[in-house]
């Protein structure tokens, strides 16, 4: 069974490869193998947890992978091996790994930090670590909420963060700017239309001290959607002291004008 699995992972490494070439990225054969794996271990552990509902290599390939390497569209450090050595990449609700494995795996000299709270989750990611071999790599289980608090440890520490977690932007902004330092950048993939949701999150932003950079629109020939898009916005000031507020109040009571 793991032979045939291992096959089909490795027939669809081409959809991948050709992707990220549209990309302008060149995956190398370590890295390419490294996916194939990947996929691999995602098919197993989904046979016993709901890591991913896309369960064939060809979505995995395309809709966790390639799309996750579309993020480098709106990080210009991660088009650039040299430029994205010692990044720090903080992965917020990461679940399966999705984006920050997909990106480790392109550019292997940055940190990255994973956090998610549900514990079954990080073990399959500390495991998947090991397996694809990958070094300075920091799977947390816990809140948003509670590893940005003050005084925590990756509080106002990043360069980058981005959650795929389904989110408004309000919600997103107070869970995750906390962990980026000034200059830093808040990478979120979203779906058009946006203009209602960026304005919604006006509030937000003023909260928690980023302004609005760019909104990076994914070519549609990718195949990840017409309406895929990227929204960015800057850190200006370390965080302000009361948030992130408590665990729950980002999502159930988000930041309004």
Same mark, same amino acid.
């Given at each position: 069974m793991e032979r045939r699995e291992s096959s089909r992972c490795a027939g669809a490494r081409e959809l991948l490869v050709g992707g990220a070439t549209s990309l302008g990225l060149r995956l190398n054969s370590v890295q390419q193998d490294r996916f194939v794996r990947y996929c691999l271990l995602l098919q197993q552990a989904n046979a016993g947890m709901n890591l991913t509902a896309l369960r064939e290599p060809e979505q995995m390939m395309t809709g966790l992978f390639l799309d996750s390497l579309s993020l480098s569209l709106a990080i210009p450090e991660m088009r650039d091996a040299g430029a994205s050595e010692g990044l720090m990449l903080v992965d917020v609700g990461t679940g399966a790994g999705i984006p920050g494995v997909p990106l480790k795996?392109?550019? &292997?000299?940055? +940190?990255?930090?994973?956090?998610?709270?549900?514990?079954?989750?990080? @073990?399959f990611l @500390?495991?998947?670590?090991?397996?694809?071999?990958? %070094?300075?790599?920091?799977?947390?289980?816990? +809140?948003?909420?509670? +590893?940005a608090s003050a005084g925590g440890h990756y509080r106002d520490s990043a360069d980058v963060c981005t959650a795929r977690a389904v989110a408004a932007l309000?919600?997103?902004?107070?869970?995750? %700017? &906390?962990?980026?330092?000034?200059?830093g950048r808040l990478v979120l993939p979203k779906s058009a239309p946006?203009?209602?949701?960026?304005?919604?999150a006006g509030a937000a932003a003023v909260a928690l001290h980023v302004k609005l950079l760019d909104v990076v629109v994914v070519p549609p020939e990718l195949g990840l959607g017409v309406r895929k898009r990227i929204v960015v916005y800057e850190k200006l000031t370390n965080t302000p002291p009361g948030y992130p507020r408590r665990v729950g109040l980002a999502?159930? @009571?988000?930041i309004r004008g």
């Open positions: 795996i392109l550019r &292997p000299g940055m +940190r990255l930090v994973l956090i998610d709270s549900v514990a079954k989750k990080t @073990r @500390r495991n998947l670590a090991g397996e694809l071999e990958l %070094a300075n790599l920091d799977v947390v289980t816990g +809140r948003a909420e509670e +590893r309000p919600t997103l902004i107070e869970l995750c %700017a &906390p962990f980026i330092k000034p200059g946006l203009e209602e949701e960026i304005a919604q999502s159930s @009571r988000p």
